[in-house]
């Protein structure tokens, strides 16, 4: 009878939760809170403490593994002159772990059938790239993927790639600093295809030799926004839609990032952070080579894709299936590509400190600072996202300190 009232009673709390989505929710919500209380239980005291210092105005932290969300808070405001909480669902764009997503979507579309990591892109772009030092040389997408296209970011495209989205001006004590990301109108915004056009066929408007270096493709690793934008337009191109419509339907959607988007206009204005430098606000900007650095989400929704990533490393991640994840974080480079980096490779737009463990994706840009990365071992994962540029005495302290606090050894 013990038996069999064990067993009717399991398949009472299964049916129960079955019925009760809700229930489950909350059941898993209770097993992680107790899990990272019991691995962390100073955690809320030492990251209010750190907060508390005074150099980011608002952020958001997390830690993950394999089971999900394991810790998600936000801390400080989103905006200071309203008391607005900065919360786990605040968005904000997050800089260049946008590129991770160039990296999904690429190899995506490799299982998609749609392109050949290894062919030129010129057999996929709807304009001809060719670095005029070395006309004869081919790049290729993996070139693209991997910083090593000898396509490299010039004054040019830092001049023109920022546009202040509501024209507004600066404050003229943060001219010197931040002058360069705001000078372009809300007018100047034109297509991912067109801006990138302009800048790397020779002739048009903002050709300059200098984004082709003086080396063979596959060479040097340079890091590349310019080129990491060139290859989400390859996967535009090969998938006929824009690069923000192939992400929705590849990753967002499957893994409900329903706060994710890289278009203003589709996400809720209200809920987005203001940017600081110090206690000083920051204007809104887009930029015309989006892919390399606009994604706005938040912590929570990040978090999913981190879950997966984790999870396609160890071999059963729902974005890409089996063979592409390992392509996707496996070593592309050798020693001799890296100039003065030790213990460091990449996979497909993504960092590998291989003398940590740790593999993932750092951002920053005007007001934003931000860090995802998952310890390859441990199997567990962090991200760190910031409303805040500064300049105090203690800012690196902080960001490294709170960073460390999110650590499970």
């Not at 390992?326 to 592309?332: R, V």
């Amino acid at each position: 009878m013990k038996s069999l009232f064990l067993i009717l009673s399991l398949v009472i709390i299964i049916s129960s939760c079955q019925d009760n989505p809700k229930q489950v929710a909350e059941t898993e919500q209770k097993t992680t809170v107790s899990k990272i209380n019991s691995l962390k239980p100073n955690i809320n005291k030492e990251l209010d403490s750190l907060h508390n210092l005074g150099v980011f105005n608002g952020f958001s932290v997390s830690i993950v593994d394999t089971s999900g969300i394991l810790y998600n808070r936000g801390f400080g405001y989103a905006d200071i002159k309203n008391k607005k909480e900065y919360t786990e669902n605040t968005i904000i764009n997050i800089a260049s772990i946008s590129k991770v997503f160039i990296g999904i979507s690429l190899l995506k579309a490799q299982e998609m059938n749609l392109l050949d990591l290894d062919a030129p892109i010129n057999d996929y772009l709807p304009f001809e790239v060719i670095n005029p030092n070395f006309p004869d040389e081919l790049i290729t997408v993996r070139h693209l993927a991997t910083h090593t296209s000898s396509i490299v970011d010039t004054d040019i495209y830092m001049k023109t790639c920022y546009v202040n989205r509501n024209n507004i001006a600066i404050d003229e004590s943060l001219k010197e600093k931040y002058e360069l990301y705001y000078q372009n109108p809300s007018n100047n915004w034109i297509p991912l295809e067109e801006y990138l056009a302009k800048i790397l066929v020779k002739g048009n408007e903002l050709y300059d030799t200098a984004t082709y270096a003086n080396r063979k493709p596959n060479e040097i690793y340079e890091y590349s926004n310019i080129g990491a934008a060139l290859c989400a337009l390859v996967i535009e191109s090969v998938a006929k839609k824009p690069f923000h419509e192939f992400t929705k339907e590849h990753i967002f959607e499957p893994l409900g990032m329903s706060a994710a988007s890289w278009l203003f206009e589709e996400v809720d204005s209200s809920n987005y952070s203001k940017l600081y430098f110090d206690n000083q606000e920051l204007p809104y900007y887009t930029i015309l080579s989006y892919p390399d650095g606009g994604l706005i989400t938040s912590s929570t929704d990040l978090s999913k894709f981190l879950i997966d990533l984790i999870k396609g490393y160890n071999g059963n991640g729902k974005l890409l299936n089996k063979d592409n994840y390992e392509e996707f974080f496996k070593s592309q480079l050798k020693k001799e590509n890296f100039k003065g980096k030790e213990n460091f490779n990449v996979g497909f737009f993504l960092d590998k400190e291989l003398a940590y463990n740790a593999i993932g994706h750092t951002g920053g840009d005007p007001g934003t600072n931000t860090l995802m990365y998952f310890d390859s071992e441990k199997k567990v994962g962090r991200i760190f996202i910031a409303n805040t540029d500064s300049e105090k005495e203690n800012s690196n302290d902080v960001f490294w300190g709170i960073w460390n606090v999110l650590e499970i050894k």
